[in-house]
């Protein structure tokens, strides 16, 4: 079976930063997009960011904050989030994909369990 476990979570004050990973097993993703996804309490799923399957992406959100990036050899992607405000709260879903309409419509298959981050004011 397929599994996306992602660590690097937690609890950081305002201005500070976090490094999210997601590593998945059981197949090999390197010809996929890689995203992270978040929902913060009492709101619906935000896209956060993508890479692969296109040129990399961020949500408005993020932008200039936050950096996705990925290892196809270790099958990880990881978020560096910077500059960490209150409105960061969220769950942090990493999420595995393909292009199925272009230019920007895309399947995310796989999920990981989600990664709580706190920030706190």
């Known amino acids: 079976q397929v599994h996306l476990v992602e660590s690097g979570g937690g609890l950081v004050q305002a201005g500070g930063s976090l490094r999210l990973s997601c590593v998945a097993s059981?197949?090999?993703?390197?010809?996929?997009?890689m995203a992270w996804f978040r929902q913060a309490p009492g709101k619906g799923r935000e896209f956060v960011a993508r890479?692969?399957?296109?040129?990399?992406s961020y949500g408005d959100a993020v932008k200039g904050r936050f950096t996705i990036s990925r290892d196809n050899a270790k099958n990880a992607v990881y978020l560096q989030m910077n500059s960490l405000q209150p409105g960061d709260r969220a769950v942090y879903y990493c999420?595995?994909?393909?292009?199925?309409?272009?230019?920007?419509?895309?399947?995310?298959?796989?999920w990981g369990q989600g990664a709580h981050v706190t920030v706190s004011s």
């Open positions: 059981g197949r090999t993703f390197g010809y996929y997009a």
């Open positions: 999420a595995v994909g393909s292009l199925v309409q272009s230019p920007s419509t895309y399947k995310y298959d796989y």
């Open positions: 890479i692969g399957g296109g040129p990399t």
